[in-house]
C-alpha cells in the first residue's frame, strides 16, 4: 500500500544558494506549487538557521541535509541541536555507530541515513578497493539504517525499487540526483546516478530533491509543474 504524500510535497527543493535572500526569493517563487525545502551545507553556514526558522514559520516543511558524519557522540550532540526547532527531515551518515548514537538523541525530527552519495559512481567504488556494487552498498546500508531503527534512508533512483521491495513500505526513502527526461545522458554536472522525478518515484521513493534543474532555471515554476506532471503520471501507472 503506497503512501499518500501531497503532490506539493513530492519534490523538495534544494536551497543550495549563497545568500539567504536568494533562498527566500526562491521559496516565495516556488511556494505556490512546491512546500518543502532543504538546507544544505552552503546556505546553513551562510546563515545558520534563520531561513530555515522563516521557511517553517510560512507553514512549509524543512529538510536539514548537513549529513552529520563525526564521532557518535559529537553526532548525538549535533542531532539535539535539531530538536524541537520543527525540522522534518535531517541527514546523517549511515555508518551503524553514528546511527546508533543519532537514534539516542532523536526527538521530533525524522532522522534520514544516508547511503551512497549520487555522485558517487562505480570507479570511486573500484578507487576505493571495494568489490561489491553500489547497488548492494546502498542496500546493506539501509537495512543496517533500518534495523537500527532510522526513519528512512537518502538513495539515488538506480536502487529505490529494490529497497522498497526489500525493506518495506515503512522506511522513507528521498532520492536525489533528479534530471529531467532529456537531460539524462552526459549533464555535465557532478551527479553520476541520476533518474526522473517519475521515474524515482514510481520505483517507491517517497520524495525527490530537486536542485540545480529548478534553481537554475529562469523559470522555476514551469520545470515544477513539469515534474510534477512526470510523478502524477507515474503514479497512475503504478
Ligand atoms: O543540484 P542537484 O539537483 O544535483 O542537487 C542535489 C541536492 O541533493 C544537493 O543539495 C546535494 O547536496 C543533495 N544530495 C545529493 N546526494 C545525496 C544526498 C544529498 O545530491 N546522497
Known sequence: MRKTIPLRDRIIVALDVDLPEKARELVTSCESHAGFFKIGLQLFMADWFNTLDWIIDRGHQVMLDLKFFDIPETVKLAVEQVNNRGVSLATIHGNDAIIEAAMLARGDVKLLAVTVLTSFGERDMRAMGMTATIEDLVYYRARAALELGCDGIVSSGLEVERLRNGLGEKLIIVT???????????????????????????????????????????????IIEQMQEDIELSLTDY
Open 176 to 222: 536525489p540526483g533528479i534530471r529531467p527526461g532529456a537531460n539524462l545522458v552526459n549533464t555535465g554536472d557532478d551527479q553520476k546516478r541520476i533518474v526522473t522525478a517519475g521515474k524515482a518515484i514510481a520505483s517507491g521513493a517517497d520524495h525527490v530533491v530537486v536542485g540545480r534543474p529548478i534553481t537554475r532555471n529562469s523559470d522555476p515554476i514551469k
